[in-house]
């Protein structure tokens, strides 16, 4: 199992914080064990409350169902089925009561 350094960052809300997570975990389960309050509903990749923006770095989301070939290639990630491979930088939104 390798570690990576996965940077999560909301410029409209001045955020940003990197948080150690593991290859065999998902991003937005341990954001959430943070206390990073990324919106969320489904958490199986079937709708898009959850993504973020992949600034940099590469992540595993082949179990997300929702996003088409060209949203991935323009760097769109669903946090709830994403796991690090890299040390990556995402663009996400917050809820209100980060």
Request: one cysteine or more; glycine letters at 6%.
């Amino acid at each position: 199992m390798t570690t990576y350094n996965v940077t999560l960052i909301n410029n409209s809300k001045n955020f940003q914080k990197t948080i150690a997570i593991p290859d065999n975990e998902y991003i937005l389960s341990e954001a959430v064990e943070e206390g990073i309050k990324i919106p969320f509903e489904c958490v199986v990749g079937a709708c898009a409350t959850c993504q973020g923006k992949m600034i940099s770095g590469t992540v595993d989301q082949s179990e997300q169902i929702f996003l088409s070939e060209e949203q991935i290639e323009e760097g769109y990630v669903l946090t709830c089925v994403a796991k690090p491979t890299s040390n990556c930088t995402i663009e996400i939104d917050l809820g209100e009561y980060l």
